[in-house]
């Protein structure tokens, strides 16, 4: 059969597909709490307009305080385009935030690993360092009472003290370099291979890889001493360093 | 602009209400226009303190409502004129309180006075917020004993992430922590933690410490903040506490046990 014009005009290319990178502004959530986000979002897009005017966003999950907190997808939806802006997608969190953000129309992103961009090497002999992405947090005011904080994919540093009633959790290692009095749980991804490190162990419970041991356990002998806390065959070791 | 102080502590009963009186009468004292407010609603207290309760004529809530001007609320003290207060009502339920009310009131306060210190009730609940809220400076009263310390951790959790400052990311208010009802004898007997055990589990600056003192329960039943009877130890302690608030180094004083003199040692006194 001859290729009629009509099915040229239909073959011919209205569109490529090719994957491209793009840079997107990302709204890294610290608290489920949309109503008082929402209000500050406006007072930042306040302060520049033009900059965030129908600007695409990604909302980031990794960073919020409380990384099992319900999040109304909807109302964050609804809140970033009251602003002006336009949310694309999302990632992180767990597989309920998951659904609810698709839910709410969102779809699921990776974020890329902040690669420097490629450029001709001007000096070759530099060793070639590519900066991983760093998911590790480090606090340096003390971590009281009541607080809880989680690290999702890192490392968390404190360099202060963690009070009698917190909570401070990674799915990487865990350092603190004032008094640990609190809880404190590394690997709680299940990463058996992390570690705790601290100055003075005075700790309400320790975990790794969700093997714990309650203060009533934990030796006198190693109290007050810089330890390390891993894992060997599946129990917990405390020990001196 | 004002100096916003709260006076806090999670934990009832510990000495705010004195702290505050005390504080606020020491701040006018030293020449500063001085407000002092009760976050109290329902249980007013501070005026009675104060010695100002039959003076009352509207309050915080009638402000924030107003229904009054904040000029006709406020209690000009009559032994200092530097000092102002601005009574709790004693018949509104707690949620009269709201965050914009209490931010204008301060805001209102904030123009014509040096420090406006804010008597927080009990807890964390909505009264306790509030009067953190918008503070810059904290004073962190705390009983030596164990759960006393606690809720004064909880609580500074709280200031480091609840506040006006910590939400707009400024610099975060400015905590001390002041040790009321101490008494070395019972710290030597072991029955109350001492200076230096609540300094290790708070690790907090140290504003002063008030040691147990009759002469507090004397100052309040009869409305005179405790500051203003100089010979008492409370007294000149709370005076110490406003002089090192002000930047001056001023020892300790009332952490060691005193050594009896001769007089004392013969009659047991
Ligand atoms: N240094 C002290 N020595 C002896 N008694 C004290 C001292 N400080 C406070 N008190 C007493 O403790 C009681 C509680 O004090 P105050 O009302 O100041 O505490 P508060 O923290 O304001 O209480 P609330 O949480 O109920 O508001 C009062 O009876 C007071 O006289
Ligand atoms: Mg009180």
Redesign the pocket.
């Known amino acids: 059969m001859p290729v009629t014009h009509s099915e040229s005009v239909e073959f011919s290319q209205t569109f490529e597909i090719k994957s491209g990178a793009v840079n997107l502004p990302v709204l890294k959530l610290l608290t489920s709490d949309v109503g008082k986000l929402s209000s500050q979002l406006r007072l930042k897009v306040s302060q520049a307009p033009d900059f965030f005017r129908n600007a695409p966003m990604a909302i980031d999950l990794h960073n919020l305080v409380d990384p099992n907190a319900e999040i109304d997808f909807v109302a964050l939806v609804r809140a970033m385009r009251n602003c002006g802006l336009v949310p694309v997608g999302f990632c992180g969190g767990f597989e309920k935030h998951h659904q609810a953000a698709q839910a709410a129309g969102l779809s699921s992103l990776t974020l890329a690993r902040q690669e420097p961009p490629q450029q001709p090497q001007a000096t070759p002999t530099k060793p070639k360092v590519l900066p991983e992405e760093v998911h590790s947090r480090i606090v340096e005011q003390p971590v009281r009472s009541g607080q809880r904080i989680y690290v999702p994919g890192g490392d968390l540093v404190v360099m202060s003290q963690v009070s009698a009633g917190a909570e401070i959790m990674a799915d990487g290692n865990i350092h603190v370099y004032g008094t640990l009095r609190g809880r404190a749980l590394a690997g709680v991804q299940g990463n058996l291979d992390c570690r705790i490190f601290c100055q003075d162990l005075q700790a309400e419970l320790v975990a790794v890889g969700g093997h714990y041991r309650i203060s009533e356990n934990i030796d006198d002998s190693l109290r007050g001493v810089p330890v390390q806390i891993y894992l060997q065959d599946q129990s917990l070791i405390i020990e001196r360093i | 602009m004002a100096r916003i102080i709260v ?1 806090t ?1 999670g ?11 005390a504080i606020s009468m020491g701040l006018a004292l030293k020449g500063y226009r001085t407000a002092v407010i009760d976050f ?1 609603v329902g ?1 007013r ?2 005026d009675l ?1 104060m010695g100002c309760e039959r003076r009352v004529v509207y309050d915080f809530v009638n402000v924030i409502n107003g229904e009054a001007a904040l000029n006709q609320a406020l209690i000009k003290d009559k032994r200092c004129d530097k000092l102002f207060i601005l009574p709790a009502s004693q018949t509104r339920d707690k949620d009269s309180l709201t965050s914009e009310g209490v931010g204008k009131v301060l805001g209102d306060l904030s123009k014509d006075f040096d420090y406006i210190v804010c ?5 964390i609940e909505r009264g306790a917020m509030l009067a953190m809220y918008y503070a810059d400076d904290a004073i962190v ?1 705390t009983n030596p004993e164990v759960s006393s310390v606690r809720d004064s951790d909880r609580m500074l959790g709280i200031l480091a992430s609840k506040s006006r400052r910590a939400e707009r990311g400024e610099e975060p208010i400015k905590e001390y922590l002041l040790l ?3 008494s070395p004898h019972r710290v030597k007997l072991g029955e109350m933690l001492s200076v230096e055990d609540v300094q290790d589990i708070l690790s907090l600056h140290l504003l002063g410490v ?8 004397n ?2 039943n009869s409305g005179i903040p ?1 500051i203003l009877d100089e010979k008492s130890d ?1 007294g000149q ?1 709370f005076s110490d506490v406003v002089r090192r608030y002000l930047g001056e180094d001023v020892t300790h004083r009332f952490i060691e046990l005193e050594k009896k003199s001769l007089f004392g040692r013969l009659f047991g006194g």
Do not use: H, M
């Open positions: 006076v502590s934990k009832g009963g510990v000495g705010k209400t004195t702290t505050s009186a109290d249980l207290n501070l303190i008597d927080s009730p009990a807890g009263v009321t009802r101490y008030i040691p147990e003192s009759k002469a507090v329960l100052a309040s405790v409370a302690a």
